[in-house]
């Protein structure tokens, strides 16, 4: 596709679709050019429940922050299968090779070959590096590629940095991950470490001129399905029809290792006598994370507030019948404005308890412990189970930024 002066005022969206791409063919509404990303659910392969998972993927995130992660590590560090994800079709060489991979903002590789494997055309060129990542929930290792990507047939990055996995773990029924964080998380990803850093689909987007602003938004919504089309994602700008009110951007955090990731500073407060659950400190926006996970310290004081006790089965904060008829909301300021976490949106969705190693009739909270206490830098992460409540725009331009919005789901009774 060929820059030209329209191309740079479109508003490209972009998704996938998880179980038949076929069926939700590239459509273009309005100025948008849109593609669904959908949910998955998968807990097949093995026992860790959610809040392991969560806690596996926190710990990574300060590994990697800090330069704790070594090549030649991951395949020794046991990991456990991603367990609810967002998924989006991409095609790799010409003609493409669809993969499903998961949206990833805690991360900025973007790789294939998990499950189905990597199929070499006259687009795609190997180079002369070995790269691995980590992510708690997973790890790949393999070559380095550099390869046309496409989403649909509208829009296409050639010359894109993609791993091709040898060896994975962690993946089952997905091929792979797109990365779209900083790109600062790239660096020492590669061996024999030729470049610091790699362009991230959002630099290269950037560069050759397909998009004006370095600028990815997410939408996702509350679903109470096993696998379903309920997400959206825009790259060069946002899409008006699915927030409400105004986008409330923030600087990203200075505070480590948050700083590394889309890391914001923000405080929790619980019910409308605003009782403290985190006072304010720093942690991360992350689609790759299921729960909302908070400093133990903070959690013990949310399992005060709301009386769950901690299911064996699931992980999760359990609450009778009773207490969610008492469950207040939870208010989440950031940068001065308060985002309001209802009831309704901090239960695990209940049609699909068994899916969790839950029962039908038990009630799940979907806030959990992180697995250490506050004052460590990332004291919270914000995954999915929030942000499918709130629009999120991250802007990786002057310093990095990212926006939160109201949506028509932040108040729906779905769960």
């Known amino acids: ?36 990303l959908a949910k998955k659910v998968n807990m097949t392969g093995g026992s860790a429940n959610l809040v392991q998972i969560g806690q596996a993927r926190a710990k990574a995130f300060r590994s990697r922050a800090d330069g704790r992660m070594q090549q030649g590590m991951i395949m020794s560090v046991p990991v456990e299968n991603q367990a609810v994800t967002y998924v989006a079709s991409v095609g790799v060489g010409s003609p493409p090779t669809t993969y499903s991979l998961v949206i990833d903002t805690g991360s900025s590789n973007t790789w294939v070959g998990a499950n189905k494997p990597y199929t070499r055309t006259s687009a795609g060129s190997q180079t002369d590096d070995l790269v691995e990542v980590m992510y708690g929930s997973g790890a790949f290792a393999g070559r380095e590629f550099l390869d046309e990507v496409s989403f649909g047939s509208a829009l296409k990055v050639t010359g894109q940095s993609i791993g091709i996995a040898t060896t ?36 290269n987007l950037l560069t050759q001129g397909t998009i004006s602003k370095p600028l990815l938004a997410i939408s996702f919504e509350p679903t109470t399905l096993l696998e379903n089309v309920n997400g959206e994602l825009t790259f060069g700008g946002t899409d008006p029809s699915k927030y409400t009110g105004s986008i409330n951007y923030v600087p990203l955090t200075t505070t480590s290792p948050s700083a590394k990731y889309w890391g914001i500073d923000q405080s929790i407060t619980y019910g409308s006598a605003g009782t403290t659950i985190l006072s304010q400190t720093a942690g991360i926006v992350d689609t790759g994370t299921s729960l909302i996970l908070i400093a133990s310290d903070a959690f013990d004081r949310y399992m005060e507030a709301t009386g769950g006790v901690e299911d064996a089965s699931t992980g999760l904060l ?21 985002y309001e976490l209802t009831p309704n949106a901090q239960i695990w969705p209940r049609s699909l308890n068994g ?21 460590e830098g990332l004291d919270f992460v914000n995954g999915f189970t929030f942000l499918e409540r709130f629009y999120s725009v991250y802007d990786s331009g002057s310093g990095g930024r990212v926006g939160l919005a109201a949506t028509p789901f932040t108040h729906a009774a779905t769960n």
Not at 171 to 194: C, M, Q, R, S, Y
């Open 168 to 203: 994975s773990k962690g993946f089952h029924n997905v091929d792979g991950i797109l990365g779209i964080g900083l790109v600062d998380l790239t660096e020492g990803t590669l061996v024999p470490h030729i470049r610091s850093t790699i362009p991230t689909i959002i630099d």
């Open 1 to 36: 596709m060929s820059p030209t002066s329209t191309t740079l005022s479109i508003l490209l969206a972009l998704s996938l679709v998880a179980v038949n791409v076929n069926a939700n063919p590239l459509t273009i509404r309005d100025t948008l050019i849109t593609l669904p």
């Open 318 to 338: 359990r609450i009778t019948s009773a207490q969610y008829a008492n469950l207040q909301s939870l208010y989440f300021k950031v940068g001065g404005v308060s």
């Open 355 to 375: 899916d969790i190693g839950g029962t039908a009739s038990g009630i799940y909270l979907i806030v959990a412990n992180i697995g250490s206490p506050s004052g």
